[in-house]
Structures are given as C-alpha cells and as structure tokens.
C-alpha cells in the first residue's frame, strides 16, 4: 500500500499549508523532522471511511479522489491540500474515503509524534489551535 520514510525536506510543502501559515521556518522544520514521507499508487486507498484515523497527511504530489458514504465527490486533495488534522487529537473515524487518482507522495504525522511536539513547545501549540478553530468557523 504505501512505502515509509523518514522525511527529508517537506517544509516547502509546509509552508503552502494554512494550518501552519502562522509557524516560523524553526517551528515549520521541527514539525517537518516528525513526519514521514508516505508514497500511494493509483488506485490505492489513502482513508477508508469509518475506520480508525491515525495521521494526518499533506500532500506533496499527485491527486485523490473523495467519496463519502460511498458516493464520489466533485473534489480532489492535490498538492498543498491536507487531511485527518483532528485524527491528531482525538483519532476519530474517518469521515471521507480518499483513493488516490495517479501516484501520490504525502507526508504523515501520527498523534503520538504530534503529542509530544505540541507538549515541548506551547508556540506551535498556540499556533496550530488556533488555525483549527478559524477553519472550523
């Protein structure tokens, strides 16, 4: 299904991203260095709705297709798009199945590498709660 690695360099990707819009290259890097690049192919499934969400993922490169209930969306992630930021904190279900359309390349981050950053440092943890809640608006 996927492929892990230890990612190199997504604070480019990072910085596209509005949850972290607010974060400083330092702050961007340490949450870059607790991520871990994750590789789908087409066809894969990314989320399978209703199941358990551990991680949270932005997508560096390639597309996936959105469906809720079984039914398909007329939207797409692509780059620069991110998904499962609540599963960060609660881990609930997943509420939207992804399956990737082409090859994709994302970077992930599960609750237990988040818990101990936001724990260490309470600027990005500032920073990040307060990005959800304007997106929750």
């Known amino acids: ?3 892990c690695a230890v990612a190199t360099g997504p604070v480019d990707t990072l910085k596209k991203v509005p949850l ?4 400083d290259d330092r702050e ?5 260095s607790s991520m871990r690049e994750r590789r789908y192919s ?3 499934t990314v989320t399978q709705e209703g199941r358990g969400g551990a991680g949270f993922f932005v997508v560096e490169e390639g597309e996936a297709e959105v ?9 797409t992630v692509g780059p620069g798009d991110y998904f499962g930021e609540i ?3 609660n ?4 509420t939207a199945t992804l399956t990737a359309k082409t090859d994709m390349v994302c970077y992930g981050m599960t609750p237990w590498d988040f818990r101990p950053l936001v724990e260490t440092n309470s600027a990005i943890a500032w920073k990040l709660l307060t990005a959800m809640a304007e997106k929750m608006k």
């Open 42 to 44: 087409a066809g894969d």
């Open 87 to 89: 599963a960060l904190i």
């Open 1 to 3: 299904m996927y492929n």
């Open 28 to 32: 961007l890097q340490q949450i870059a």
């Open 91 to 94: 881990e609930s279900p997943r």
């Open 67 to 75: 469906s809720v209930a079984g039914e398909t969306k007329p939207w």
């Open 20 to 23: 972290f819009a607010e974060l």
